[in-house]
T-cell receptor
Framework: GEDVEQSLFLSVREGDSSVINCTYTDSSSTYLYWYKQEPGAGLQLLTYIFSNMDMKQDQRLTVLLNKKDKHLSLRIADTQTGDSAIYFC??????????FGSGTKLNVKP | TAGITQAPTSQILAAGRSMTLRCTQD?????MYWYRQDLGLGLRLIHYSNTAGTTGKGEVPDGYSVSRANTDDFPLTLASAVPSQTSVYFC?????????????FGQGTRLTVV
C-alpha cells in the first residue's frame, strides 16, 4: 500500500496556530484529505484538496500542498481547546482506496 | 440520516472463536472499506469493495474475510480470532462515481480478543 507519514503528537497553547504535517508517496493521488477524530468517535472529514491546487483556505483551516516534495500540511489558526483531537492525513489512490497516516494527536493547552 | 451503521459497538471475544462485524450504509455508495485502527499505526485497510459482487485485499487482509452480496452491506468475518486482532474496526464508504469523493465512516467496533 501507499505510505503516508505524520508525527504522532503536537502540543500548542490556546490561541496559537497549529501546523500538522504529512508526507505521502503516491504521486498520482487525486485528492488529499484531512480527517478529525474525537475520542470514541469515527473520523469526520475536515477538508480536502485536489492535487492540482497549492493551497485551500476554509475559515480557520489552511491546507498547503507541495506536490514536488509530496508534502501536505494543515494549519489551524487561533487553536481552541475544542480542536484537541487526532488528525489524519489521507490520500486516494487510482483504485479508489484511501490510505491514512498514523494520525497526529493535537493537545491544546488552555 | 443514518449514514453508516456498525454493529456491535464493542465485543469481547475468546481466542479461536469466529465473529462477524456488521456494516450497513444507506447512501447507495458503491465503494466500501474496512479499516483497523491501532495506536501509533493509524488506520490500515483490511479489505475493500468497489461495487457489489467484488472485493479486494488491502494492506492487512490475513485472518479476515469479507463479502459484498448487495450495495448496502459489507460484513467482515474473523474465522478464528487471535489476540493480535484486538483493535477498533471502522467501516467506511465512498461514491467514486461522483468525481470528487470522500470516505464516510461508521462509529467503529471495539473488539477485544482474549
Amino acid at each position: 500500500g501507499e505510505d503516508v507519514e505524520q508525527s504522532l503528537f503536537l502540543s500548542v497553547r490556546e490561541g496559537d496556530s497549529s501546523v500538522i504535517n504529512c508526507t505521502y508517496t503516491d504521486s498520482s493521488s487525486t485528492y488529499l484529505y484531512w480527517y478529525k477524530q474525537e475520542p470514541g468517535a469515527g473520523l469526520q472529514l475536515l477538508t480536502y484538496i485536489f492535487s492540482n491546487m497549492d493551497m485551500k483556505q476554509d475559515q480557520r483551516l489552511t491546507v498547503l500542498l507541495n506536490k514536488k516534495d509530496k508534502h501536505l500540511s494543515l494549519r489551524i489558526a487561533d487553536t481552541q481547546t475544542g480542536d484537541s483531537a487526532i488528525y489524519f492525513c489521507a490520500e486516494l489512490d487510482n483504485f479508489n482506496k484511501f490510505y491514512f497516516g498514523s494520525g497526529t494527536k493535537l493537545n491544546v493547552k488552555p | 440520516t443514518a449514514g453508516i451503521t456498525q454493529a456491535p459497538t464493542s465485543q469481547i471475544l475468546a481466542a479461536g472463536r469466529s465473529m462477524t462485524l456488521r456494516c450497513t450504509q444507506d447512501m447507495r455508495h458503491n465503494a466500501m472499506y474496512w479499516y483497523r485502527q491501532d495506536l501509533g499505526l493509524g488506520l490500515r485497510l483490511i479489505h475493500y469493495s468497489n461495487t457489489a459482487g467484488t472485493t479486494g485485499k488491502g494492506e492487512v487482509p490475513d485472518g479476515y474475510s469479507v463479502s459484498r452480496a448487495n450495495t448496502d452491506d459489507f460484513p467482515l468475518t474473523l474465522a478464528s480470532a487471535v489476540p493480535s486482532q484486538t483493535s477498533v474496526y471502522f467501516c467506511a464508504s465512498s461514491d467514486p462515481d461522483r468525481g470528487y469523493t470522500e470516505a464516510f465512516f461508521g462509529q467503529g467496533t471495539r473488539l477485544t480478543v482474549v
